[in-house]
Antibody, heavy 121, light 111 residues
Framework: EVQLVESGGGLVKPGGSLRLSCAASGFTFSSYSMNWVRQAPGKGLEWVSSISSSSSYIYYADSVKGRFTISRDNAKNSLYLQMNSLRAEDTAVYYC??????????????WGQGTLVTVSS | QSVLTQPPSVSGAPGQRVTISCTGSSSNIGAGYDVHWYQQLPGTAPKLLIYGNSNRPSGVPDRFSGSKSGTSASLAITGLQAEDEADYYCQSYDSSLSGSIFGGGTKLTVL
């Protein structure tokens, strides 16, 4: 069974840092691009970042550029999101999602269950 | 404000047909990028519903269908059931943003 499990969420003060992890299983992790997507409480989905299978191509939403860093370890079947200089508006459930299809024509399947990040003093 | 525009809510009685629109622009849907749809049941993660404009993953009932024309796309649900009550999101790619984009989401209420 293809599965993604996020961890690392929690409560952090504004300006603080947090590192999210996503453990993948049931598929050849090193063959797929991976993404982070977030959802603020009661709001819609927002794409955050993507990383290609070999980490050669990395992209960020403007809202997190310069503060967040996506990375992966194919040997450990794991995806990461290092979040620095956190702001209240970063409060959200963060989902990792496998990217399927060709570049620019791809979709997300499956999604993990999400991990909640709360930025508050 | 989302790059892709969806109606905030739609509703229908059991057995009826509803459609959800997703309007983009020349840098995303209008540029030829595919549209994909997700269903998010209350308290759960999004689930792929339609990919590549009109394709259903295995296990998705044929009551769900998708289409795309010009700078817009639509999701149609026929034979509405109570279990269809959820939030629905469209997704595509935007060349000017160099990343994926989502619609603001549409809440479907089954009356």
């Amino acid at each position: 069974e293809v599965q993604l499990v996020e961890s690392g969420g929690g409560l952090v003060k504004p300006g603080g840092s947090l590192r999210l992890s996503c453990a993948a299983s049931g598929f050849t992790f090193s063959s797929y691009s991976m993404n982070w997507v977030r959802q603020a409480p009661g709001k819609g989905l927002e794409w955050v970042s993507s990383i290609s299978s070999s980490s050669s191509y990395i992209y960020y939403a403007d809202s997190v550029k310069g503060r967040f860093t996506i990375s992966r370890d194919n040997a450990k079947n794991s995806l990461y999101l290092q979040m620095n200089s956190l702001r209240a508006e970063d409060t959200a459930v963060y989902y990792c999602a496998r990217e399927v299809g060709s570049s620019g024509q791809s979709w997300f399947d499956p999604w993990g269950q999400g991990t909640l990040v709360t930025v508050s003093s | 404000q989302s790059v892709l525009t969806q109606p905030p809510s739609v509703s229908g009685a059991p057995g009826q047909r509803v459609t959800i629109s997703c309007t983009g622009s020349s840098s995303n849907i209008g540029a030829g990028y595919d549209v994909h749809w997700y269903q998010q049941l209350p308290g759960t993660a999004p689930k792929l519903l339609i990919y590549g404009n009109s394709n259903r993953p295995s296990g998705v009932p044929d009551r769900f269908s998708g289409s795309k024309s010009g700078t817009s796309a639509s999701l149609a649900i026929t034979g509405l059931q109570a279990e269809d009550e959820a939030d629905y999101y469209c997704q595509s790619y935007d060349s000017s943003l160099s990343g994926s984009i989502f619609g603001g989401g549409t809440k479907l209420t089954v009356l």
